[in-house]
Each structure stands twice: as structure tokens, then as C-alpha cells.
């Protein structure tokens, strides 16, 4: 919490005239005081701003504050994808931030196969929080909205490439850290081989509050209960 600075009270300020006096021969002349006093009232401005995210972020919630990059990793693929984690090494960016691949634990192949995305993750808040601001794969990406993009309260289309079982794409939008806060759920079709192709879908935020930030997220489907399918998300913030 921040309070500004107040404006301290200014003090009254007086005038005081006095007339002159005439010659020793005439008569004293009447002399006359006048006071003009003006009063400024004390003001206090007090400005409250809530702690925050320097920027928006889809997981977790503002806050909740994870120590290491692997532990919020772990709950977002658990939480959000809802498979059991499997995660490369935390790949280190710069000072606040770094990457980690989620991977495939399909069957027949080796759960380190495949890579189905890779977690953007970044220090926020006031106690420097691990939190995943977005998640990029070639086979699953949101190109409109763009990310971090101000979005209406209402319809919204989102528009990318990604592929999926038999063509199976799903387009998901959710209040950023409560992924059981689902705003809306759309089955499109992207590509059903290896190249990913066009989807659309248009999804319905008018259940978002204003000012907050939501996830959307695309999958490819697999049919396999332990497979995420490849993944892509961003956050979005609805008009206040």
C-alpha cells in the first residue's frame, strides 16, 4: 500500500493600514484599521495502490507466491493441463526470468520425447514470485489477440495455428489463476498431421470482471489422458 504525500495548511496572512496624520494646526484626523485575513482549509490527499504484477501473468494467482520456477511449472501443468508433470531443466534468461519445457508422456515413447510447450516464467510481485506469464509451441500458437492485448467484456475471437488429434483443437479462456473460473470452452479444427493449420473460435468473456486478467489457452488433442497435446497460451486484460 502507498499513501502520497498531503498539502500542509497555509497560515493567515494580515494586512494593517494606518492614515497619516495632518499639520499641528488642523484637527487629528481619524485614523482607521482594516484587517483582511484569508484562510486556506487543510487538505489531505491519500492515494491507496493494491501491491500488484508488474505485468499480467496467467498462473498463478497474484497472490500466491512460488519460490522456485519448477514449482509453479508443476502447478500450472497439473492444474491447468490437468496431466501429471514432466519437465525439462529450468533454462535461465535473464536475472528474473527463464523457460521450461513441458513434455509428452504419450504412450510407447519416452516421456522426454516429445515437447508439447515451453513455460515462459518470470519473478513478479513484492516477493519477487515465480509466475507463468505465457506458454509458446510452433504446433499450438494464438496469434490474435496479441499477448497481454486489452480485450471487451463480451465476444472475442481467437485466432492461430495448431494442430491435434484428427484435427481436434480446443480453445479455452479462464480467469488467470483459477483455472476452475472457466469463461468460456470452444472445439474447433487446426491441422491433423504434423503441419499446423488455421483455427478460429469465438469465445465469450462477459463473465470476466473488469480490469482482470485472463488466460487463453489452446490445446491439440491426443486422445490420451496423459498427454497435455501441444500448448500455447497468453493473457489478456479486459477493458475496465
Given at each position: 500500500?502507498?499513501?502520497?504525500?498531503?498539502?500542509?495548511?497555509?497560515?493567515?496572512?494580515?494586512?494593517?493600514?494606518?492614515?497619516?496624520?495632518?499639520?499641528?494646526?488642523?484637527?487629528?484626523?481619524?485614523?482607521t484599521t482594516s484587517t483582511t485575513s484569508t484562510t486556506v482549509?487543510?487538505?489531505?490527499?491519500?492515494?491507496?495502490?493494491?501491491a500488484g504484477l508488474e505485468q499480467p501473468a496467467i498462473w498463478?494467482?497474484?497472490?500466491?507466491?512460488?519460490?522456485?520456477?519448477?514449482?509453479?511449472?508443476?502447478?500450472?501443468?497439473?492444474?491447468?493441463?490437468?496431466?501429471?508433470?514432466?519437465?525439462?531443466?529450468?533454462?535461465?534468461?535473464?536475472?528474473?526470468?527463464?523457460?521450461?519445457?513441458?513434455?509428452?508422456?504419450?504412450?510407447?515413447?519416452?516421456?522426454?520425447?516429445?515437447?508439447?510447450?515451453?513455460?515462459?516464467?518470470?519473478?513478479?510481485?513484492?516477493?519477487?514470485?515465480?509466475?507463468?506469464?505465457?506458454?509458446?509451441?510452433?504446433?499450438?500458437?494464438?496469434?490474435?489477440?496479441?499477448?497481454?492485448?486489452?480485450?471487451?467484456?463480451?465476444?472475442?475471437?481467437?485466432?492461430?495455428?495448431?494442430?491435434?488429434?484428427?484435427?481436434?483443437?480446443?480453445?479455452?479462456?479462464?480467469?488467470?489463476?483459477?483455472?476452475?473460473?472457466?469463461?468460456?470452452?470452444?472445439?474447433?479444427?487446426?491441422?491433423?498431421?504434423?503441419?499446423?493449420?488455421?483455427?478460429?473460435?469465438?469465445?465469450?468473456?462477459?463473465?470476466?470482471?473488469?480490469?482482470?486478467?485472463?488466460?487463453?489457452?489452446?490445446?491439440?488433442?491426443?486422445?490420451?489422458?496423459?498427454?497435455?497435446?501441444?500448448?500455447?497460451?497468453?493473457?489478456?486484460?479486459?477493458?475496465?
Amino acid at each position: 500500500m502507498r499513501t502520497t504525500r498531503s498539502t500542509a495548511a497555509l497560515l493567515a496572512v494580515a494586512l494593517l493600514a494606518l492614515a497619516g496624520c495632518g499639520d499641528d494646526d488642523e484637527p487629528e484626523a481619524d485614523t482607521t484599521t482594516s484587517t483582511t485575513s484569508t484562510t486556506v482549509a487543510d487538505s489531505t490527499t491519500t492515494t491507496t495502490v493494491p501491491a500488484g504484477l508488474e505485468q499480467p501473468a496467467i498462473w498463478p494467482a497474484a497472490d500466491v507466491v512460488f519460490d522456485r520456477p519448477e514449482d509453479a511449472a508443476e502447478d500450472f501443468v497439473r492444474e491447468v493441463l490437468g496431466v501429471p508433470p514432466t519437465l525439462g531443466e529450468f533454462q535461465q534468461g535473464d536475472a528474473r526470468s527463464g523457460e521450461v519445457d513441458v513434455f509428452s508422456t504419450g504412450e510407447g515413447e519416452t516421456p522426454t520425447s516429445v515437447v508439447r510447450g515451453r513455460l515462459l516464467l518470470r519473478q513478479l510481485g513484492p516477493d519477487d514470485g515465480w509466475f507463468v506469464v505465457g506458454a509458446v509451441n510452433d504446433n499450438a500458437a494464438i496469434t490474435t489477440p496479441a499477448s497481454s492485448a486489452e480485450v471487451p467484456a463480451g465476444s472475442l475471437t481467437v485466432s492461430g495455428r495448431a494442430r491435434g488429434f484428427e484435427a481436434t483443437v480446443v480453445v479455452r479462456a479462464f480467469v488467470a489463476g483459477d483455472a476452475e473460473t472457466e469463461l468460456d470452452r470452444q472445439v474447433t479444427t487446426g491441422g491433423a498431421l504434423e503441419t499446423p493449420e488455421p483455427f478460429t473460435a469465438t469465445l465469450d468473456l462477459s463473465g470476466a470482471p473488469a480490469g482482470s486478467v485472463v488466460a487463453l489457452l489452446v490445446q491439440g488433442g491426443t486422445g490420451l489422458e496423459t498427454d497435455p497435446g501441444d500448448f500455447g497460451a497468453i493473457p489478456v486484460v479486459v477493458e475496465g
